[in-house]
C-alpha cells in the first residue's frame, strides 16, 4: 500500500510503452484490479488482520517460545479482532475512502445495489454496497479468523498448554504449579490411574524440594533439559511418574507442530519436479528442509566424505 502509486505509474508506463501487445494488455488487466474500490478495501482488511497477528503468529513460530506468553496472545488477539468486528467498520471504511480519494479511485454509492466486477450482476444477491462490503467481506473474514483461532486453540488445548509450561525450569522452576501439573496428568487416563495420581500427588512435593536443593538443575532452559539431566543424574528412577509426565510434555509439541511444520514444507520439498520421488528420498528432503538450521553446520566436506565412504564409486580430483 505504500508503494501504491509507484506500482501504479510503473504498470501506466508498462501499458503504454510495452515492448510487446501482451505486455501492454496484462499490464492495463492488472491495473484496472488495482484501481478498484473492492482491491483496496480488501489490502486494508488484510494489513490490518496481519498487523493484528503478526505477534502471534511469531510467538508460536519460536522453538523457544514461552508458552503462558503464547497463549496470552491468543487470547488478546481474539479479543483485538472481536473488537474491530463490533467497532472497526467505520474506522476501517473512513481509512479506505481516504485512500482511494488520495488516489483517484472511484468510492461507489454504499446505499446503491452491488454490482459484482468480471460477472454477470444476475447472479449477484441483491444486497447494497454497504451491506456487501460490511457483512459479506468486512464481517465474514473476521469471523472465519475467529473460527480458525478457537478451533486451534480451545479451552482444552490451552488449558493443556498452560499446565505444560508448569513444569518448565528455566528460572529455578519459577512456573511451577503443583495443581497445574496435576491437572495436566488427568489428560492422559491411561497413563495415570486414581491411585498414580495420588502416588504422584506425594512426589511432586519430593521432586520440587529436590529440584530446588540441587545446583545441577538451577541453569536449566527448557524441559528437554530437564529430562536429560533426570537421566543424567538417575531421577528419572527416583520419580518414574514425574519422568513418565516430562516425556509426555516434550511428545505432544513434536506430535503437532512438526506435523504442521511438514505439510507447511509440502509445497516446497514436493513440487513438480520432485513429484515421482519415493517415501525415502521424501523423508530425507524433509528432514534436510525442516532441520535446515542444524544442517547448516554441516560442512561441504563432510557430506562429501560421508558420500564417498558409502560406497566405492569413482571420484573426482
Request: hydrophobic fraction near 40%; aromatic fraction near 10%.
Amino acid at each position: 500500500m505504500n508503494l501504491f502509486s509507484t506500482i501504479v505509474k510503473v504498470l501506466v508506463m508498462i501499458g503504454k510503452n510495452g515492448s510487446n501487445s501482451d505486455d501492454k494488455v496484462k499490464a492495463q488487466g492488472i491495473l484496472y484490479s488495482l484501481e478498484s474500490f473492492n482491491f483496496v478495501f480488501l489490502a486494508h482488511l488484510m494489513t490490518t488482520i496481519f498487523g493484528y497477528t503478526n505477534d502471534l503468529c511469531l510467538a508460536l513460530q519460536r522453538r523457544d517460545q514461552d508458552i503462558i506468553r503464547a497463549m496470552r496472545l491468543v487470547t488478546l488477539t481474539k479479543v483485538t479482532l472481536q473488537k474491530m468486528r463490533d467497532n472497526g467498520w467505520e474506522t476501517h471504511l473512513n481509512k479506505v475512502i481516504s485512500f482511494c480519494n488520495n488516489n483517484e479511485i472511484v468510492v461507489p454509492d454504499m446505499e446503491a445495489c452491488y454490482i459484482p466486477q468480471g460477472r454477470s450482476k444476475r447472479f449477484a444477491q441483491q444486497v447494497s454496497y454497504l451491506h456487501h462490503f460490511r457483512v459479506d467481506v468486512f464481517i465474514e473474514v473476521i469471523d472465519l479468523l475467529l473460527q480458525e483461532l478457537d478451533n486451534r486453540f480451545d479451552e482444552v488445548n490451552m488449558e493443556l498448554l498452560i499446565c505444560m509450561a508448569s513444569l518448565n525450569p528455566k528460572d529455578g522452576f519459577s512456573s511451577y504449579d503443583k495443581e497445574k501439573v496435576l491437572k495436566l496428568a488427568t489428560f492422559y487416563p491411561s497413563k495415570f490411574s486414581s491411585i498414580d495420581l495420588s502416588t504422584l500427588e506425594c512426589q511432586l512435593d519430593i521432586f520440587m524440594e529436590d529440584m530446588r536443593r540441587d545446583d545441577k538443575f538451577k541453569n536449566l532452559e527448557d524441559i528437554s533439559s530437564l529430562s536429560m539431566k533426570f537421566v543424567e543424574t538417575k531421577r528419572h528412577m527416583t520419580y518414574p511418574l514425574v519422568f513418565l509426565l516430562i516425556k509426555l510434555v516434550l511428545i505432544l509439541p513434536v506430535a503437532t507442530a512438526s506435523v504442521e511444520r511438514v505439510f507447511s514444507g509440502m509445497t516446497y520439498v514436493k513440487n513438480k519436479l520432485r513429484n515421482s520421488m519415493g517415501d525415502q528420498v521424501l523423508n530425507d528432503c524433509f528432514v534436510t528442509f525442516i532441520e535446515k538450521d542444524m544442517f547448516l553446520q554441516v560442512s561441504d566436506d563432510e557430506v562429501i566424505k560421508r558420500f564417498e565412504e558409502m560406497k566405492t564409486r569413482r571420484k573426482i580430483n
